[in-house]
């Protein structure tokens, strides 16, 4: 079966840090685009980081520039947000999401949903005091 498997959310204070995982199942990540998006309530899903598998390029949305970094691991088949010094704002459900041809840079990374041929179902990050 071939699927993305988000893991690592939680609940975390202002300052704190967090690990997302990404496994793939079924299929190989090697070779895609491996992007993470977060959809906060009642907001639309907004891209916050990828990574190329191909090259190791990465790319971050600037409100997350300088705490979070995204890597790959292909042995292990799994992409990982580190999350680092939270704040408010970064609560919301957080997707990974596989583009076999989506192209990455530190200038872009697709936004659109039909780049991306595989989806998590997503795992919850909590920012609270």
């Known amino acids: 079966q071939v699927q993305l498997v988000e893991s690592g959310g939680g609940l975390v204070q202002p300052g704190g840090s967090l690990r997302l995982s990404c496994t793939a199942s079924g299929f190989t990540l090697a070779g895609y685009a491996i992007g993470w998006f977060r959809q906060g309530s009642g907001n639309e899903r907004e891209k916050i980081a990828c990574v190329s598998t191909r090259d190791g390029a990465t790319y971050y949305t600037d409100s997350v520039k300088g705490r979070f970094t995204i890597s790959s691991d292909n042995a292990a088949n799994t992409v990982t947000l580190q999350m680092d010094s939270l704040k408010y704002g970064d609560a919301g459900d957080y997707f990974c999401?596989?583009?076999?041809?989506?192209?990455?840079?530190?200038?872009?990374?697709?936004?659109?949903?039909?780049?991306?041929?595989?989806w998590g179902l997503g795992t919850q990050v909590t920012v609270s005091s």
């Open positions: 999401a596989a583009g076999r041809s989506t192209a990455v840079t530190d200038m872009y990374c697709s936004p659109y949903s039909y780049d991306y041929e595989y």
